[in-house]
């Protein structure tokens, strides 16, 4: 009994021995997972870990990259946050996916001198971590380091050098390289990648904006009226300053635009635009050609600032109020000067004879399109007189001929004669109305040189209840609105 007992106990001393001898050693972790080595002559060394609760390894393993790329930049000295490093953003996006390829061991890495040294895994239930050890040879490290600082210092340096550049421009007296370059710099901080873009974009608007409200025009001399193709009498005169009040600078050397009306030959009266330059006072000095056209006018210098307003279109339109305030700025920089251009037609005694013509082109007993033309220069005070002469020599529009019957008869009392015919083209039923249409043939010879001084033709289509009404309110008011006002507008 008690031997049995004996061999009992002992069997289970043998077993528990058995069993001690066999349970493996716990593995000791790796001491680069504690403290990072310390770089030597040739290898910088970077430890990074990540758990993941779930034992997923792979994501364990690509979060540890995250933290080791975080840990690489933050070396380089780039300012960036590990969760911008994961967005696709330009090269170092493209450096950190080479660094996680690496550390995935997912592709041939083109990182020249970066290996994964070591791994370490530790699982504890559900929960697995990841060590990763990182060497990176230090040559190969400081030239990458040196290539993205230099990538980051470029977009630094696409605000910093404008704005620098406009600071010394401005400091130099060369105001409108100033401006240029702040706007420039404006464009730059508008991008989406540049640091404290804002606060940069902004403060290059009101550096801008401060040079371009110095910036004026000051009225020298300009006629205050002019008279129909005749020179003016006197340049229309600006000087451009920098600075406050009429005491400020003039600046020499600044091109200007120029804008003025003119008459085209369908009676159109548009704007025509050329270019002056400041003299070494700053004043700009122009004279259009004769005026063509009779009415109120305007002439403006603007200074040409065009490469700079070129500039606003590239910035993003989120910042829209800053391009707005600009822009307007930019388009004060002008100085307008109105006035009137005046006819002496009123003035000269003028004959007027106007043949009306019956639809197969022969003089007719009517008057119709004279009277329309009499009438209306006489509501506008011209010194006119109906003038007959013969008019066959009229409807054949022989200028020669008109000249001399006309200076015949009525040269002591006439300087100019009006002359001309007005047929109806065609009148056809609308419905229950009636729709003519009249053609004017007019001129104006001068007897003292024998210059046709006005030649021109109108069209006029009027509707009424009949034919005979329609024939002949047609014929009247092309005499007395197509024909007449057109006469009065560019008759000098």
């Known amino acids: 009994m008690h031997t049995s007992?004996?061999?009992?106990?002992?069997a289970a001393a043998a077993l528990f021995a058995a069993a001690c001898v066999s349970a493996p050693e716990?593995?000791?972790?790796?001491?680069?997972?504690l403290t990072t080595p310390v770089a030597d002559v040739a290898n910088t060394y970077f430890v990074a870990s990540s758990s993941d609760s779930k034992g997923d390894t792979a994501l364990a393993t690509e979060d540890a990259a995250i933290s080791l790329i975080s840990q690489i930049t933050r070396y380089m000295g780039v300012d960036i946050?590990?969760?911008?490093?994961?967005?696709?953003?330009g090269t170092l996006d493209s450096y950190s996916a080479e660094v996680t390829s690496v550390v995935k061991q997912s592709g041939t890495s083109k990182l020249s001198g970066f290996t994964i040294k070591d791994r370490y895994v530790v699982k504890d239930g559900s929960l697995v971590t990841v060590y990763i050890l990182a060497q990176y040879a230090t040559a190969d490290l400081n030239r990458e380091k040196a290539r993205i600082a230099a990538v980051f210092k470029e977009k630094e340096d696409a605000v910093a050098k404008p704005e620098a550049a406009g600071d010394s421009a401005a400091s130099s007296g060369r105001i409108f390289d100033a401006i240029k370059s702040y706007v420039e710099a404006v464009v730059a901080a508008s991008g989406s990648d540049v640091d404290n873009a804002d606060i940069k974009l902004e403060r290059n608007v009101n550096k801008a904006r401060t040079l371009l409200g110095k910036l004026q025009f000051l009225r020298v001399d300009a006629p205050a009226s002019a008279g129909l193709g005749k020179s003016y009498d006197k340049p229309f005169q600006a000087r451009l300053s920098f600075g406050e009040g009429s005491a400020a600078p003039g600046i020499p050397g600044a091109e200007v635009y120029v804008?003025?009306?003119?008459?085209?030959?369908?009676?159109?009266?548009?704007t025509r635009t050329e270019r002056a330059m400041t003299d070494q006072k700053g004043v700009v000095s122009f004279s259009p050609p004769p005026p063509d056209f009779v009415g109120k006018a305007t002439l403006s210098f603007s200074l040409n600032l065009d490469s700079t307003r070129e500039l606003l279109d590239k910035i993003p339109s989120r910042f829209e109020g800053f391009v707005t305030a600009i822009g307007d700025d930019l388009a004060r920089r002008s100085i307008s000067f109105e006035y009137t251009i005046t006819s002496a037609a009123k003035t000269v005694s003028?004959?007027?004879?106007?043949?009306?013509?019956?639809?197969?082109?022969?003089p007719s007993t009517t008057t119709t399109a004279q009277g329309g033309l009499f009438t209306t220069l006489m509501?506008?005070?011209?010194?006119a007189g109906l003038a007959p002469i013969d008019q066959a020599i009229v409807v054949a529009l022989d200028d020669a001929a008109v000249l001399k019957a006309a200076k015949s008869q009525y040269g002591s009392g006439l300087a100019r004669f009006i002359y001309g015919f007005?047929?109806?083209?065609?009148?056809?039923?609308?419905?229950?109305?009636?729709?003519?249409?009249a053609r004017m043939t007019v001129r104006c010879v001068d007897f003292a040189t024998g210059q046709i001084l006005y030649s021109n033709e109108k069209t006029t289509i009027v509707v009424a209840a009949d034919e005979a009404a329609a024939r002949r309110a047609a014929l009247t008011q092309v005499g007395a609105d197509a024909v007449a006002k057109d006469l009065m507008a560019n008759l000098p």
Not at 350 to 362: A, E, P, R, S
């Open 81 to 89: 946050s590990v969760a911008t490093t994961g967005e696709a953003k």
């Open 5 to 10: 007992q004996r061999l009992t106990l002992a």
């Open 379 to 383: 509501k506008e005070k011209f010194k």
């Open 350 to 362: 003028t004959g007027v004879f106007i043949v009306d013509l019956t639809d197969d082109g022969k």
């Open 26 to 33: 716990p593995v000791k972790a790796p001491e680069w997972t």
């Open 259 to 270: 804008i003025y009306q003119r008459r085209q030959t369908s009676g159109r009266v548009v």
């Open 422 to 437: 007005a047929k109806i083209d065609n009148a056809v039923k609308d419905g229950s109305m009636w729709q003519a249409t």
